[in-house]
C-alpha cells in the first residue's frame, strides 16, 4: 500500500482513518486540570482542551458521545502514542524538536509560558528569581522544574509528582513553598482558589501546545491544523478560554498561526 502523502488512502491506524471508519477516538487529555482539561466530580469532561478535542473530533465526523477519554500523565504521552493506547493527545503538550523525534503535532493551538505559583499569604516569593533555599514542585517528565533551576535557582529542593494537582494540594497544606508550570495550567488553579492562590512574576519560557498525533500521519497533521484553524476563526477559541479561564485574571494571548507540519 502507498503511503498516505503520496495520495492514496492512510493506513487503518491513522486518525483520518480511525474516524472515519470506526467513527470513535481515543483522546488522551490530563484528568486535573482546572481550567484546561477535568473530570468534575459528576464524572464530565470540561476545560479549554477539552472544548478543543470535541471541536477536532467533530471536524472529524467522530460524535462526543464516541470519544473516549484516557487520563495521560506526562511522562506517558510519547508512549500512548507510539503504541495505540490513544490516537491522539490534547492535554498542554508542549511542541519541542526531541518531542518531534517521536511524535508529530498539529498547532500550535495556544502559547503561554512557564510562570510560579503561590499561597496568597506568601510575601518573600515574587518570582522564579526568588527560589534559593525553596522547595519548588512541579511533575515528573516535565521541564518546569528544571528550568528554573538551570535558569534562576541553583539551590531549589524539587519535588515531583505526577500530577500538578497533587502539587497544589502540597502547596495548599504548606509542605512546599510555590509551584511551577505554565500559567495557563496554573491560571486554571488560581480560578479555582482565588483566595488561596496566586501567580507571582512573569513568564520565563515560551510554551507553544500542540496536538499530539502519531509520527509520519500527515493526513491526520493536515485535518487537524484545519480544525484548528477553524476553532480559531470561528470565535470558539476566544469564547471557551474566556470561559474557562477569564475568572483567574489569567492576560489571554492572541491566537497563534497554525504552522506544524
Same mark, same amino acid.
Given at each position: 500500500m502507498l503511503v498516505a502523502s503520496c495520495g492514496s488512502d492512510p493506513a487503518p491506524d491513522?486518525?483520518?482513518? +480511525?474516524?472515519?471508519?470506526?467513527?470513535?477516538?481515543?483522546?488522551?487529555?490530563?484528568?486535573?486540570?482546572?481550567?484546561?482539561?477535568e473530570q468534575t466530580l459528576d464524572g464530565r469532561f470540561v476545560g479549554f482542551d477539552i472544548d478543543l478535542a470535541r471541536f477536532v473530533?467533530?471536524?472529524?465526523?467522530?460524535?462526543?458521545?464516541?470519544?473516549?477519554?484516557?487520563?495521560?500523565?506526562?511522562?506517558?504521552?510519547?508512549?500512548?502514542?507510539?503504541?495505540?493506547?490513544?490516537?491522539?493527545?490534547?492535554?498542554?503538550?508542549?511542541?519541542?524538536?526531541?518531542?518531534?523525534?517521536v511524535v508529530a503535532f498539529a498547532g500550535p493551538y495556544f502559547v503561554t509560558g512557564q510562570a510560579v505559583m503561590v499561597g496568597m499569604r506568601t510575601k518573600d516569593i515574587d518570582g522564579p528569581g526568588a527560589l534559593n533555599g525553596k522547595t519548588l514542585c512541579s511533575v515528573s517528565g516535565s521541564t518546569s522544574a528544571q528550568q528554573v +533551576?538551570?535558569?534562576?535557582?541553583?539551590?531549589?529542593?524539587? +519535588?515531583?509528582?505526577?500530577?500538578?494537582?497533587?502539587?497544589?494540594?502540597?502547596?495548599?497544606?504548606?509542605?512546599?513553598d510555590a509551584v511551577t508550570t505554565d500559567e495557563a495550567i496554573l491560571a486554571g488553579y488560581v480560578a479555582q482558589n482565588p483566595e488561596l492562590l496566586k501567580v507571582v512574576g512573569q513568564q520565563f519560557s515560551q510554551?507553544?501546545?500542540?496536538?499530539?498525533?502519531?509520527?509520519?500521519?500527515?493526513?491526520?497533521?493536515?485535518?487537524?491544523?484545519?480544525?484548528?484553524r477553524k476553532f480559531i476563526g470561528s470565535g470558539e477559541?476566544?469564547?471557551?478560554?474566556?470561559?474557562?479561564?477569564?475568572?483567574?485574571?489569567?492576560?489571554?494571548?492572541?491566537p497563534p498561526a497554525v504552522t506544524e507540519g
Open positions: 491513522t486518525l483520518v482513518a +480511525k474516524a472515519e471508519d470506526v467513527e470513535s477516538l481515543v483522546i488522551g487529555t490530563r484528568f486535573s486540570q482546572p481550567g484546561m482539561s473530533a467533530n471536524e472529524l465526523g467522530v460524535d462526543d458521545e464516541d470519544i473516549e477519554w484516557v487520563d495521560v500523565t506526562a511522562d506517558e504521552r510519547e508512549s500512548a502514542l507510539v503504541n495505540g493506547r490513544v490516537d491522539m493527545i490534547v492535554g498542554t503538550y508542549s511542541i519541542t524538536e526531541s518531542r518531534k523525534q +533551576k538551570q535558569r534562576h535557582a541553583k539551590d531549589v529542593e524539587l +519535588k515531583e509528582y505526577p500530577r500538578y494537582a497533587d502539587c497544589v494540594t502540597a502547596l495548599l497544606a504548606g509542605q512546599l510554551e507553544r501546545y500542540g496536538i499530539g498525533l502519531r509520527k509520519d500521519d500527515h493526513r491526520g497533521q493536515r485535518a487537524v491544523n484545519d480544525a484548528i477559541w476566544e469564547r471557551s478560554l474566556r470561559h474557562h479561564l477569564g475568572a483567574s485574571g489569567y492576560e489571554l494571548p492572541a
